[in-house]
């Protein structure tokens, strides 16, 4: 599979660069090892933009662009360059306040996306196995026509919309607010398969579910546990932050992984556990650091409830137990112990090694949990940093593309959909009538969590006498989604076959366009990049950027926001859908969208950035100090850079952003905080609420409850409210006063909106409430069953029976030894579809593998470089080329997850639109992946299965 260069492409590459492909790449990879990290050392007046040797054959006036890297969260700043149109040129932003002038080999071709040649340059249709050009028009009538038959056979809840972490904030809010009034939950994107898990357990430990400091905050820690992650490859700019910290305080890099990583080279204690025992290697670390007495007492005492029970079950992890079921010496976890005691504040760091796992949300406890032990909450270098995997990834989970939520994380209750409804200023009645009006198990749908993306193949492949909706999904909108990044292969091939319909919405074809073994009725609408239009993303600190438009949409592309609208025209909902969004030349106006979206997302505190807020921050990325990321004078004198939320009430206010979650040290006015009272007043007869612990300014010195009407009434502060908030608010809660003026008077108090309670370690709600650990499904410890079995069967979650019990009393360890797990490449981003549609970084990875310890590839009889087949244990198998390495222990196959355009063995690129297929094809991973899911939020089990690995 080698990659063929077309002479084409490459002059003209040379010429607007001014040097060759090959010294590019050579550059980059340079400074994505060690250059980047040293960039920022230096004062910003030793750094000077380099210039080629040759001058530009293309002298035309350049006008300069500002936007923000498509690929993952860092959410690195670009100067783009423009001469007629054409996006020429680009720069690292060296005056950025995340990137510094850093970039990855994705970041620094990332123009290369913008003027990709393998698009889909107009909308098709698959017709008899051929792919025939459409008009936009004729394409949107048939899909319309189709959909709208689907929902009076069946009802809406057998169309699925499946969204996207590329969408930019207001395309993400619209998106769903678009599905809602079509009347489904049948919605989700790439978050559910990559943090949910995290979602979940940390919002139900201490409020929000998302990054509770920052990259820049990283230089300030002391330690840092990386676990389930590996930035030097998946973020690596990232690493810079990292470097910085070591360089400055000796920061010890401690690295948890199955893998010798690139970032287990940097670290400073290196632990290779077995896979899926996060939550007994965590315990054991506990286990120690009780033990000796390390863990913070007045922290505890003060803000955190139900340690002791957390206690009695560390207490059953002495050294001896968690090396039988870890694989992990005493001596490493004690050092880990020790360390991280001594190095404080510290932080924790963990991605989809954590996540992806039947028992993600333990993990993503148990790591909380840590956290509070040691006291590292709310303070600069400590706190929990998720790193997300996509650009708006956050965003779009922040607008409620999911399943189980509405924008803000309303949840799917009676009272959020009214919410919703004033917000949107639609008739709730009307809003109830676009749904299934049935129930199911005594559940409407319209109140029931919809099927998620991880299980939609189930949706469609499943008894519809055992699913929560009226029929199974028929059609689906793939819109900006990478099918290749979910579990069971062959079975999705199946469902896909049996759907009426595909509509695929991705400037790519994507594999869902090839894999599908479809002859008829797949739909291709071409969708513009981010680059292409206008709008803020989120990073994964939780600040809002703003991108300028850089070029002008390419082919016959358009934005996602004008399809929306579009679509909406032909299935009779675009009055309700636009109602106060202005429309031009068919695209709805985004600063419109922004302002709606501030209209009602209280709960998160995304009401205060502004379009004008945001686009100030965007053009003055200098004034931003490069750690604590408060501008220093300018336009935002005193703001935190992208105004992370929550940035409490109306833009007028003029909150600066949150910058450190729970941070009791600053008022709440300056983005201070504490634990969110999110759980209720009292658990058993104890206080659940803050003893002795607030806000620094506070007039309520100690606990209390999130604010309402009545809390204002009873402390005397109602009248404080204008008279045209006192009517808004009368009611109301923090969270559903639309005016903001209960917000406006609890900060002017010094108390924060949403209460100040403990954070729980008991999460009582859930199948587990203190984190337990349990065996994978399909586990190859048959010895530590049943003892640390999983759960039983379940009938119903996300409307669908889930298995667990049934599958793992079934022992495939005999016939599959080897532990299978999975993960990201520096050079590929996601499915893979756009990078690997990328000249420059198609270059750098040609073929799919996987790694082999050198003992199992010689009892299997396998040489580096052999081909061999990766069969999982549900007999979906891959084949790909072997690289023996020791970077993975004995017993151990890992496998990149960004490959596709190959099925079990068959070459697909033909199905593939006339000059669509990507420069680089391989198998997908997930072909040999099996079934397995997070009870709570149905996140799938990519990083522990079992195969069995042949010579092909």
């Known amino acids: 599979m080698k990659l063929t260069k077309r002479s084409d492409n490459v002059s003209k590459d040379e010429n607007q660069l001014g040097i060759t492909r090959r010294s590019f790449i050579r550059n980059t990879s340079l400074a994505a090892a060690g250059g980047v990290a040293g960039a920022s050392l230096f004062a910003p007046g030793m750094m000077k933009k380099a210039h080629a040797a040759s001058q530009d054959v293309y002298d035309a006036p350049k006008e300069v662009k500002r936007t923000i890297c498509s690929h993952c969260s860092v959410g690195c700043g670009i100067y783009a360059e423009v001469q007629d149109g054409v996006w020429t040129h680009q720069e690292p932003a060296f005056d950025h306040p995340f990137n510094a002038g850093g970039h990855c080999a994705k970041g620094a071709a990332l123009r290369e996306h913008g003027h990709g040649e393998r698009r889909v340059k107009y909308p098709m249709k698959l017709v008899n196995g051929k792919w025939k050009k459409l008009s936009w028009d004729q394409a949107l009538t048939e899909v319309s026509q189709q959909v709208l038959k689907i929902r009076e056979e069946s009802g809406p809840d057998s169309v699925y919309f499946l969204g996207s972490a590329k969408h930019n904030n207001e395309q993400a809010y619209l998106f769903r607010k678009m599905v809602s009034l079509w009347g489904t939950n049948n919605v989700d994107h790439q978050a559910r398969i990559c943090h949910s898990t995290t979602v979940a357990g940390v919002a139900n430990t201490w409020g929000y579910g998302a990054m509770t400091n920052s990259l820049n905050d990283m230089h300030n820690c002391k330690s840092i546990l990386f676990i389930g992650s590996n930035p030097a490859e998946a973020h690596p700019v990232a690493m810079q932050h990292i470097l910085i910290a070591k360089e400055r305080n000796n920061c010890k ?3 948890v992984d199955p893998r010798r990583t690139r970032t287990a080279a940097k670290s400073d204690h290196y632990v290779s556990l077995r896979p899926g025992s996060d939550v007994a290697f965590i315990w054991g670390v506990l286990y120690h650091i009780f033990q000796n007495g390390w863990e913070d007492k007045e922290f505890i005492r003060q803000r955190v409830w139900g340690m002791d029970d957390v206690r009695a079950e560390v207490a059953k992890w002495n050294p001896a137990e968690v090396e039988r079921v870890t694989g992990v010496k005493e001596a490493d976890v004690y050092q880990t112990a020790k360390m991280l005691s001594e190095n404080r504040p510290g932080c924790v760091v963990w991605c989809m090694g954590g996540t992806q796992h039947t028992t993600g949300n333990n993990n993503t406890r148990a790591y909380c949990i840590l956290e509070l032990a040691l006291g590292n909450m709310g303070k600069s270098g400590g706190g929990a940093n998720i790193f997300r995997g996509h650009d708006n990834v956050q965003g779009a989970t922040d607008f409620g593309v999911l399943s189980d939520n509405l924008p803000g994380y309303y949840g799917l209750s009676e009272g959020a959909w009214k919410h919703w409804s004033k917000v949107w200023d639609v008739d709730y009645e009307w809003l109830q009538g676009r749904f299934d009006q049935n129930e199911y198990h005594g559940k409407k749908p319209m109140y029931n969590a919809g099927i998620p993306v991880s299980r939609w193949i189930d949706g469609v492949l499943e008894n519809k006498a055992n699913i929560e909706q009226n029929d199974n999904i028929r059609a689906m909108f793939y819109w900006g989604h990478a099918v290749n990044s979910q579990t069971r292969g062959p079975e999705m091939r199946k469902a896909m076959g049996k759907l009426d319909m595909m509509v695929i919405v991705d400037p790519y074809p994507g594999v869902a366009a090839v894999m599908n073994g479809r002859t008829d009725n797949v739909y291709l609408l071409p969708a513009t990049t981010q680059f292409e239009t206008t709008g803020s993303v989120t990073a994964t600190n939780r600040s809002i950027q703003w991108r300028d438009q850089v070029i002008e949409p390419l082919f016959e592309s358009k934005p996602d926001h004008e399809i929306m609208y579009l679509l909406s025209q032909k299935l009779g909902i675009s009055d309700q859908l636009f109602k106060h969004i202005k429309i031009e030349n068919n ?10 979206y501030n209209k009602g997302m209280w709960t998160i505190g995304y009401t205060g950035q502004s379009p004008e807020r945001l686009k ?23 703001e935190t850079y992208g105004l992370p939320w929550p940035c409490w009430g109306t833009p007028e206010m003029k909150h600066p952003g949150t910058h450190i979650l729970y941070d009791t040290s600053k008022t709440v006015a300056q983005g201070g905080g504490n634990f969110r009272a999110r759980f209720g007043v009292e658990r058993n007869g104890e206080s659940l609420l803050a003893d002795d612990s607030y806000s ?13 009407d009545k809390m204002l009434k009873q402390l005397g502060w109602w009248d404080e409210l204008t008279a045209e908030e006192k009517v808004a608010a009368e009611g109301k809660n923090w969270k559903t006063d639309l005016s903001g003026g209960i917000q406006r008077v609890a900060i002017k108090h010094g108390c924060i909106p949403f209460g100040n309670a403990k954070a729980r370690t008991v999460v009582w ?32 979650m996300f409307r669908l029976p889930t298995l667990y019990k049934s599958i793992q009393d079934k022992d495939m360890s005999g016939e599959y030894p080897i532990i299978l797990t999975s993960g990201r490449l520096v050079e590929y981003e996601g499915g893979g579809d756009e990078t690997r549609s990328n000249p420059w970084l198609a270059e750098l990875q040609q073929e799919m593998f996987v790694e082999i310890n050198l003992k199992d590839a010689n009892d299997l009889g396998i040489r580096d470089g052999d081909m061999v087949w990766v069969e999982g244990a549900e007999k979906g198998r891959i084949k790909v080329k072997a690289m023996v390495t020791p970077r993975v222990q004995v017993g151990l196959a890992f496998i990149p997850f960004h490959f596709g355009g190959y099925f079990e063995g068959e070459n697909l690129r033909d199905r593939y639109p006339e000059g669509c297929a990507p420069f680089v094809s391989g198998e997908a991973a997930n072909t040999a992946t099996t079934y397995g899911y997070d009870p709570v939020t149905q996140m799938q089990e990519t990083k522990v299965t079992l195969c069995k690995i042949t010579k092909a």
């Open 616 to 638: 100030a921050h965007q053009k003055n990325w200098h004034t931003f100090d490069n750690t604590s990321l408060e501008a220093v004078g300018g336009p935002a004198n005193g």
């Open 765 to 796: 709600t859930f199948p587990d409430a203190v984190p337990l650990h349990r065996e994978p499904l399909y586990t190859p410890r048959r010895d530590l069953l049943p003892e640390y079995q999983t759960w039983n069967d379940s009938e119903a």
């Open 587 to 596: 695209r709805p106006v985004i600063e419109d969208i922004t302002r709606e």
């Open 696 to 708: 620094l300014g506070c007039e309520l010195e100690d606990g209390y409850p999130e604010f309402t």
């Open 253 to 255: 890099i401690v690295v």
